[in-house]
C-alpha cells in the first residue's frame, strides 16, 4: 500500500525504464549505451529520492547498489542526492546472489558455505545419528538453503555441480547405522537412502516449472520463454505431433544454459503420458515413476 505508486513517479516520461517490485524490494534499471542513457536514468533515481522526501520516507545509500550488466557497458556513475551509489560485482536479490556477468559461482558459493555451516551445527547438537533422524534434519534445514530458487541459478559448470553435491555427500557420511560402511560410494549411499542427487532434484524442478508454464499453472504465455516445433512446419512428424520444444541458437554459455534452453531436451525426452499429466501432483507422481523412484 505504501508503494504501489513507486513505478509511477520513477518511470516518468520515460517508457524503457525497467521497475520490479517484491515486497519492500525495488530494482530500477535501463539499457545504458551512451551519456544520454546514463542521464535519463539519473533522472528516474531522482524522481525516486523526490517521492521518498514527498512522502516521508529515505534512501539509504548504503544499502543500495547498481550492478552494471554486459561487456560493453560504459559504468557511468549515479547518485542518490548526493550520495554516490556503489557499484558491486555481485548483489543479493530475494536469496539468489545475481553476478554482473551471471555466473552462478558466488550463489553456489555462497550458499553451499552456508550449508556446510548448518551441517556443523547438526553435528555437534546430534549424539543419535541414523539414518531417519540426520535425513529429516538435513531436509528440513540444510536442503532448502541450496535448492532455494534453483531454477532462476541452476549451476552449468561441473565445479559448481560438485560444490553442491559435497554437501549432500557430508550429510550422507554423518550417519552411522549399522548398515553403511565407509566403502560405499557417493551413488551407493544414494540408493541405500532412497534420496536423489542435488543435480537430478534440480532436473525434476526444472521440468516441473516447464510443466506448469506450458499448462498455465504459472499465468504466463508459454510463447514468451519457449519455441515449438508446431511453429517452425507443419508436416506430420513425430516431434510435431508430440508438440515438441526447440531449441534457440546461441553462441553464448549464459543464453545456452538458460531456463528455457537447457529445458527443452529433457522435456521432449519425457513420455508422453507424463507430459500430459492433468494435474501438477499427477506429473510428479508420474515422473518420478518413470525415473524409478
Not at 124 to 136: H, P
Not at 158 to 185: A, F, N
Not at 252 to 279: E, G
Amino acid at each position: 500500500m505504501y508503494i504501489n505508486d513507486i513505478d509511477v513517479a520513477l518511470i516518468g516520461d520515460d517508457n524503457e525504464i525497467y521497475v520490479s517490485k517484491f515486497a519492500d524490494d525495488t530494482k530500477v534499471g535501463r539499457e545504458v549505451n551512451d551519456a544520454n542513457d546514463a542521464f535519463k536514468l539519473q533522472i528516474s533515481i531522482n524522481n525516486l529520492v523526490r517521492w521518498c522526501k514527498d512522502w516521508g520516507m529515505s534512501l539509504h545509500p548504503d544499502k543500495c547498489v547498481v550492478l552494471h550488466f554486459g561487456p560493453k557497458n560504459p559504468q557511468f556513475n549515479y547518485y542518490i542526492g548526493n550520495s554516490l551509489i556503489k557499484t558491486e560485482t555481485v548483489a543479493r536479490d530475494l536469496g539468489v546472489f545475481i553476478s554482473n556477468n551471471c555466473d552462478t559461482s558466488p550463489h553456489v558459493d555462497k550458499v553451499s558455505k552456508k550449508a556446510h555451516g548448518v551441517l556443523s551445527q547438526i553435528r555437534r547438537a546430534t549424539v543419535v545419528r541414523d539414518s531417519q533422524t540426520v535425513l529429516k534434519i538435513y531436509k528440513a534445514f540444510v536442503r532448502p538453503l541450496i535448492e532455494s530458487s534453483a531454477p532462476a541459478w541452476n549451476p552449468f559448470k561441473r565445479g559448481d555441480v560438485e560444490v553442491l553435491e559435497r554437501v549432500q555427500k557430508r550429510c550422507l557420511r554423518m550417519i552411522s547405522d549399522k548398515r553403511t560402511t565407509k566403502r560405499l560410494s557417493y551413488e551407493d549411499r544414494l540408493e541405500m537412502h532412497k534420496i536423489q542427487s542435488l543435480e537430478c532434484r534440480r532436473l525434476r524442478g526444472d521440468l516441473l516449472e516447464t510443466f506448469k508454464y506450458l499448462n498455465g499453472f504459472n499465468d504466463v504465455d508459454p510463447g514468451r520463454l519457449f519455441s515449438f516445433v508446431r511453429e517452425r512446419h507443419s508436416m506430420e512428424t513425430r516431434s510435431f505431433t508430440d508438440n515438441h520444444l526447440v531449441n534457440e541458437k546461441s553462441s553464448l554459455n549464459i543464453r545456452k544454459f538458460f531456463f528455457s534452453n537447457r529445458v527443452t531436451h529433457s522435456w521432449n525426452s519425457l513420455p508422453i503420458d507424463v507430459r500430459c499429466a492433468p494435474s501438477v501432483n499427477s506429473f510428479k507422481n508420474q515422473y518420478d515413476k518413470f525415473i524409478g523412484l
